[in-house]
């Protein structure tokens, strides 16, 4: 079992940067696929950024491409989130996921991971 927790979330202007972190637990975080979604209100969660187990390069959604960065820590199990550009568009919920068994780039983009956290709001206003 891995437990995910999510933090570094809150209120920031347009234009300005927020770094979420996602603490795992139970297994180490360089084993498992990783990914950040967001679900704003009303809206389907969607995928935002992600690594796959093993592998540096970066899967990332189109509109956050240039502006976020996903990133990870071995050694401390954590994986980070680098928003800079925010966007009031960029408001919403987000969350951590992993998964032992996604690889590919189009499974990576879907919801099918086995481990959530409970997310951390991130609101862009003036």
């Known amino acids: 079992q891995v437990q995910l927790v999510e933090s570094g979330g809150g209120l920031m202007h347009p234009g300005g940067s927020l770094r979420l972190s996602c603490a795992a637990s139970?297994?180490?975080?360089?084993?498992?696929?990783v990914g950040w979604f967001r679900q704003s209100p009303g809206k389907e969660r969607e995928f935002v950024a992600a690594?796959?187990?093993?592998?540096?390069?970066?899967y990332y959604t189109d509109s956050v491409k240039g502006r976020f960065t996903i990133s990870r820590d071995n050694a401390k199990n954590l994986v980070y989130l680098q928003m800079n550009s925010l966007k009031p568009e960029d408001t919403a919920v987000y969350y951590c996921?992993?998964?032992?068994?996604?690889?590919?780039?189009?499974?990576?983009?879907?919801?099918?991971?086995?481990?959530w956290g409970q997310g951390t709001q991130v609101t862009v206003s003036s």
């Open positions: 690594f796959r187990f093993g592998s540096t390069n970066p």
């Open positions: 139970g297994r180490t975080i360089g084993s498992l696929s």
């Open positions: 996921a992993a998964s032992p068994i996604l690889s590919s780039s189009a499974d990576l983009g879907r919801l099918d991971y086995d481990f």
